[in-house]
C-alpha cells in the first residue's frame, strides 16, 4: 500500500511539472514577424535618370521590396520639399518613371514614362505652374512596327494645349514625324479642343512645311485636295479659225 502511495505522489509530482514548464513556455513571448515595409538606403555613389543632385539637395534612396536593390530615388531641397522623385515600379534596377517638382515641391513640372520597361524612355510631359498640360513629347506607342529601332530618346509626336475657360485644357495642335526622318511632316490644328484642320508634306520632304491640307474633317467639310504643289489644270486649247477660201 506504502508503495502505491509512492508512485502515485510521484506521478502526480511529474504531471505538475511538466504543467508548469508548460505554462512557463507559452508565457514567454514569441519574436515578432519580419513586417514587409520600404527600407531606407544609402545613397551613396546613387546617380538620378533626370535629375541631378546639387549643394542645397540631399538625396534619400529605399528598397521597396526589400530584396537589396534601390527602388525609389528622392531629391529633397530645403524644409524636405520635393525636388525630383524617381521610381523603378518593376523591380529592374532601373527608373520608368521620374518626376520633377515646381518650387513649391507639390505641383509636377516635368514627367518621364517608360511605358514598356526597356529602359527607353517612351514619353515626357511639361506641365504649367498651375498644374494644367502644356506639351508632351512622345515616342511611337509601345508595339507599333518599327518604334524601337533606336535606344535613344527620340519623339516623333508633340501635342500642344492651352487653357480655356469654362473648358479647362484641351488639345491645341499635333506635330508628327510619320516617316521618321527627323523632320515633322504631319500637323493637326484644334480649335476649342475640335479639331479644324489637318495638314502634311509630301514624303521625304525636310523643310517642315505643309503641303496637303483638309479642313474642319470633324464636321464633314472635307474641301478636298488643296495645296502648294497641286497640279494644275490644263488650260483647254484654243480653237483656231479655219482661214477663208
Excluded at 479644324?196 to 464636321?219: L, Q, Y
Amino acid at each position: 500500500m506504502r508503495t502505491f502511495t509512492n508512485l502515485a505522489m510521484a506521478l502526480i509530482l511529474t504531471v505538475s511539472l511538466v504543467g508548469c514548464d508548460k505554462k512557463k513556455k507559452k508565457t514567454t513571448p514569441d519574436a515578432a514577424p519580419r513586417k514587409p515595409g520600404s527600407v531606407v538606403m544609402s545613397s551613396k555613389g546613387a546617380k538620378m535618370a533626370k535629375c541631378k543632385k546639387t549643394a542645397n539637395t540631399r538625396m534619400v534612396t529605399l528598397d521597396l521590396n526589400r530584396d537589396k536593390k534601390r527602388d525609389r530615388w528622392l531629391l529633397l531641397g530645403p524644409g524636405n520639399k520635393k525636388v525630383c522623385h524617381e521610381m523603378d515600379t518593376d523591380f529592374d534596377g532601373h527608373p520608368d518613371l521620374s518626376i520633377r517638382y515646381f518650387d513649391d515641391g507639390i505641383t509636377r513640372a516635368i514627367i518621364w514614362w517608360d511605358l514598356d520597361f526597356d529602359g527607353v524612355w517612351d514619353q515626357v510631359l511639361y506641365n504649367r505652374p498651375d498644374g494644367t498640360k502644356k506639351r508632351a513629347e512622345i515616342r511611337p506607342y509601345p508595339g507599333t512596327k518599327g518604334a524601337k529601332a533606336s535606344k535613344k530618346w527620340k519623339p516623333l509626336i508633340w501635342k500642344y494645349y492651352r487653357n480655356i475657360k469654362g473648358k479647362g485644357t484641351v488639345i491645341d495642335r499635333v506635330e508628327m514625324d510619320k516617316d521618321r526622318n527627323g523632320y515633322k511632316d504631319y500637323w493637326e490644328r484644334y480649335e476649342g479642343g475640335m479639331l479644324r484642320e489637318v495638314s502634311w508634306s509630301n514624303a521625304g520632304d525636310t523643310d517642315e512645311k505643309p503641303k496637303h491640307w483638309i479642313e474642319a474633317p470633324e464636321e464633314g467639310k472635307d474641301k478636298g485636295y488643296r495645296g502648294q504643289d497641286e497640279p494644275k489644270k490644263a488650260k483647254p486649247k484654243e480653237k483656231k479659225p479655219r482661214a477663208s477660201s
